[in-house]
T-cell receptor
Framework: AQTVTQSQPEMSVQEAETVTLSCTYD???????LFWYKQPPSRQMILVIR??????QNATENRFSVNFQKAAKSFSLKISDSQLGDAAMYFC????????????FGKGTRLHILP | DSGVTQTPKHLITATGQRVTLRCSPR?????VYWYQQSLDQGLQFLIQ???????AKGNILERFSAQQFPDLHSELNLSSLELGDSALYFC?????????????FGPGTRLTVL
């Protein structure tokens, strides 16, 4: 069965600095998708970035980028120029590419932004 | 605002009772997902529907059931409620059932079982 592990329950970063959130996963599948979701205090789940496993190029969305290492089964999120609005819970998620696809979330990392 | 609506926002009930949570997807979206977020279990995928048919099943208990109606809204039924069912229940929708689609989440229904 697939698993997603976020080893950092909490992290803090100074405003304007860069922070990296870790995520590792375990799967025997070759085709799948990985996502980072943000959950601010409002509880609304918001997609931050996604990566298709078949793509070698790392996804980037403005200040957010990932380091996808397929062989190592690692999918870290880098937030550059951290802003106060980035304070939230971040969830890494795995989704298989198949008819019976399931979605597995990590336990989350709470990110604090220090002014 | 994601365009996904969930009702009610809050629900307080007693153990043993049955409740129904409702979700209306974004206009045009055919696929609906249900999730449970609790402190001890984290965020768990429960079930997915696509155009009225069950598409994928996650960690959904037998006491829980769901369906998607012809107008594409979905309901999650929770019965024989236990204290441990207290959680935030999210609904999300996507245009198709393709796994790479961005899921748009509703604001959630906070269920408290006393």
């Amino acid at each position: 069965a697939q698993t997603v592990t976020q080893s950092q329950p909490e992290m803090s970063v100074q405003e304007a600095e860069t922070v990296t959130l870790s995520c590792t996963y375990d799967t025997s599948e070759s085709d799948y998708y990985l996502f980072w979701y943000k959950q601010p205090p409002s509880r609304q789940m918001i997609l931050v970035i996604r990566q298709e496993a078949y793509k070698q190029q790392n996804a980037t969305e403005n200040r957010f980028s990932v380091n996808f290492q397929k062989a190592a089964k690692s999918f870290s999120l880098k937030i550059s120029d951290s802003q106060l609005g980035d304070a939230a819970m971040y969830f890494c998620a795995y989704r298989s590419d198949g008819r019976d696809d399931k979605i597995i979330f990590g336990k989350g990392t709470r990110l604090h932004i220090l002014p | 605002d994601s365009g996904v609506t969930q009702t009610p926002k809050h629900l307080i009930t007693a153990t043993g009772q049955r409740v129904t949570l409702r979700c209306s997807p974004r206009s045009g979206d055919l696929s609906v997902y249900w999730y449970q977020q609790s402190l001890d279990q984290g965020l768990q995928f429960l079930i997915q529907y696509y155009n009225g048919e069950e598409r994928a099943k996650g960690n959904i208990l037998e006491r829980f059931s769901a369906q998607q109606f012809p107008d594409l809204h979905s309901e999650l039924n929770l019965s024989s409620l236990e204290l441990g069912d207290s959680a935030l229940y999210f609904c999300a929708s996507t245009l198709t059932s393709a796994p790479y689609n961005e899921q748009f989440f509703g604001p959630g229904t906070r269920l408290t079982v006393l």
